[in-house]
């Protein structure tokens, strides 16, 4: 007896820490600068005849803006006592970051959007972006909205709505972005940080915000 729960013990360890480390791989802060490096590294026209140096240019204001301030914003506010953790386990430490956050995110989409030369791809996903935060941000005021399927549930619709119109995102990339967005939700159940209701709503408002941002673009 004492062996088989030892092994069932043992097995709900190793899902839970690949649920952890599917949770941290695909952190809601990474997305942004995943979907940029497959646009301008993976796609192959996107971005085609854009020099290595201006490639590596827009990819670091993506990384900057969407990733590193962000997170050293989110890491001040804890070191100055505005928030009780940095893994914004309750709605009232979400409320600062998700405001911060949707200043930079707002940012670096102005900044694509204003460089003629930007896919019309990019500028798309960015500004679903910026309007998945603001649709978090006001979701939180009623309940602990998933973060993490905000964040994929807008990959999975851009992928989407790209392949209707783009025949390199079917097929392939198109499936590992659904796979990842089933990967991460279910990582956030099986750790138990949010209910069906967060993790499904967190899908909608990532998903509607791209529907969004496309008709706006």
Known sequence: MDTQHSTVSSETMVVRGFANAVSYIFHPLFITTYVALFLLYVHPYAFAGFPPKDRMMRLLTVIVSSLFLPAFSLFLCRQLGFIDSIYLRTQRDRIIPYIITMIFYFWVWYV??????????????????????CGAWMANIRFKISMHGTAVGGLAMFFILQSFQDPVISGFYLSAALIITGAVCTARLII?????????????????AQV?????S
């Open 112 to 133: 694509f959007k204003n460089l003629n030369d930007s896919p019309q791809a990019i500028k798309e996903f960015l500004l679903g972006t910026f309007l998945a935060i």
């Open 192 to 208: 138990g940080g949010h209910t069906r209701l967060e993790v499904y709503a967190g899908l909608f408002v990532g998903a509607l």
């Open 212 to 216: 969004v941002a496309v008709w706006f």
